[in-house]
């Protein structure tokens, strides 16, 4: 039975697999110590005693829940502030330089102070996702709005479109592939953001247990959350990649 | 041969036999550093329906400023156009069609639903938009790329989707700024030929802007050649081609005499555009 796996993603699962079998080889042989890794066929296991054991599936939930939660509030939100920019050419022009070096802000150590204004609760890791993910989906709307080519605002005044038309069938069509990778960014910061939150701050969690985990030197739990936690993004950025692959292929431009 | 273009007309609101006329049209621009650009004018011209008008002139002219003057998407600073009899101001008037130098073909749709596009814009009925758009394919001649995206096409068949677009919505106005710009020598002069089976198919009056002196001679009833900058028009020429015609044209003695011609009157006015060095940069 054919797979319909294209030669590159046979090389990617062949290297994978390769790894996995040579780290596998590694701690079994006792080349690696226990104490700095454990085979992956342990991780594998211990993930899925987790999982059926249900002990922490309610910090599982609330780590992927506040995942979601900052994700789709950056889309939203950083969707209308890249569109709003964009139409304020001067006060986006103010802010240039902010956004530039938005990302050299350590935005963890606001953590305080969001617990000071929305109490010890999720809220201020929810916070922490979202800020680390609203500019990087707003700067990518900007830019795509920025490249849709003037001809095709041209293009939709003779066509006599209305302003709203414009917007919805020429300019965000046109600017989607940017639009997308915002989204795709965002996402990507999200996990971030939450987990890294979690792990250095707070007391509940994914983050935190892989943490915890740390600390006791309970390996086979740390490294099956991490696994977990590998498995979630991959798969999360494997059905982004295939929607992406899509929508170019029906542009052909894949 | 030649007949002279008016550039001082009175402006007035009135009807008038010609399809487009232009009354004193003159445009400027601000530039960025507070000046006034003068870009064009004033000009007056009347196009007879059915023609095809060709403009030449040289770079930084005002030759896209006036189709843009033209086609409503920009407002003459003084003076009037009009387009069948009324007013062109603030909007493209129905019935006009711009076919642009740049790929102007939605990249996110496949050549049927780009040349669709218009029709289904103006509430066509489905069984309409299928024939019109099946009618556009054949004229075009991309009836095997209906399900093609542009960027599976080349820059030539993409220039046609584009003007299939237009065709389909029937203008009784076709303005092309340059649309062969962008290709090489024997595919413009073969464009030239599907331009002019298509001119002589709708009936469309046609407005082309474009740089290069045989694509105007050949193409053209009258070609206007305007000045450098503020652009006006130095002289119309009439070339006296039957409408049936073709890029065999390119090889009589006629069409040489023409192209000459209007090299003559452009020689100058090219050498005055080259030493204006940049124009400032200008806010719409």
């Known amino acids: ?254 | 041969m030649a007949t002279k273009g008016s550039n001082e007309h009175p402006v007035m609101e009135v009807r008038t036999e010609a399809q487009v006329a232009l009354r004193n049209v003159t445009r400027y621009f601000d530039a960025v550093d507070g000046r006034r650009l003068h870009a064009l004018g004033p000009l007056s011209l009347e196009l007879r329906k059915g023609e095809f008008f060709s403009v030449v002139g040289p770079s930084g002219c005002g030759k896209s400023t006036l189709l843009e003057v033209v086609a409503g998407l920009s407002r003459a600073t003084e003076g009037a156009v009009l387009f069948e009899g009324k007013r062109v101001a603030g909007e493209v008037p129905e019935g006009i069609g711009v076919v642009f130098q740049e790929d102007a073909s939605f990249p996110w749709l496949s050549v049927r639903d780009n040349i669709a596009f218009g029709l289904r814009e103006r509430g066509a009925a489905a069984r309409e938009i299928a024939r019109r758009v099946d009618d556009a394919l054949a004229l075009v001649g991309l009836r095997d790329f209906a399900g093609a995206y542009p960027a599976q096409l080349s820059g030539g068949m993409r220039q046609r989707v584009c003007i299939a677009r237009t065709l389909v919505l029937e203008p009784r106005l076709i303005l092309l700024d340059e649309p062969f710009g962008a290709l090489d020598q024997q595919t413009r002069l073969l464009m030239g030929d599907e331009v002019l089976a298509l001119w002589r198919a709708t009936g469309a009056t046609v407005l082309l802007i474009t740089h290069s002196l045989d694509e105007a001679t050949l193409l053209s009833d009258r070609v206007g050649v305007m000045s450098a900058r503020p652009g006006r028009f130095l002289d119309i020429i009439e070339t006296g081609w039957p409408r049936e015609r073709d890029s065999r044209l390119a090889s009589e003695a006629a069409f040489g005499a023409i192209t000459s011609q209007l090299w003559r009157l452009l020689r100058e006015e090219s050498k005055k555009s080259m030493g204006a060095g940049a124009p400032a940069r200008v806010t719409a």
């Open chain 1, 1 to 254: 039975m054919k797979l319909g796996i294209k030669p590159a993603g046979t090389i990617r699962l062949a290297a994978i697999v390769v790894c996995l079998a040579a780290l596998e080889v590694a701690c079994r042989a006792g080349w690696i110590s226990r104490l700095t890794l454990i085979p992956p066929s342990e991780m594998a296991s211990g993930l899925v005693a987790i999982v059926w054991g249900r002990a922490i599936e309610g910090e599982i939930a609330a780590t992927m829940g506040g995942i979601a939660l900052a994700a789709l509030g950056s889309i939203v939100v950083g969707f209308l502030l890249g569109v709003l920019l964009h139409a304020w050419p001067r006060i986006r022009t103010s802010l240039d330089p902010l956004l530039a070096t938005y990302y050299s802000i350590p935005i963890f150590v606001f953590y305080p102070m969001f617990i000071v204004f929305f109490g010890m609760n999720r809220i201020p890791i929810i916070i922490i996702g979202f800020l680390f993910a609203v500019v990087a989906m707003m700067t990518n709307v900007m830019n795509g709005l920025d490249r849709v080519p003037r001809v095709l605002i041209k293009s939709a005044q003779v066509l006599r479109m209305r302003r709203v038309a414009t917007t919805f069938r020429i300019i965000l069509p046109s600017a989607a592939p940017y639009i997308f990778t915002g989204a795709k960014l965002a996402i990507a910061y999200s996990f971030v953001g939450v987990l890294g939150a979690e792990f250095i701050l707070a007391n509940t969690g994914l983050g935190y247990q892989i943490a915890f985990a740390f600390n006791d030197f309970d390996n086979v739990k740390m490294y099956s959350l991490i696994l977990l936690v590998v498995l979630v993004i991959s798969a999360v950025n494997g059905l982004l990649f295939a929607w992406e692959r899509a929508l170019l292929q029906r542009r052909g431009q894949w």
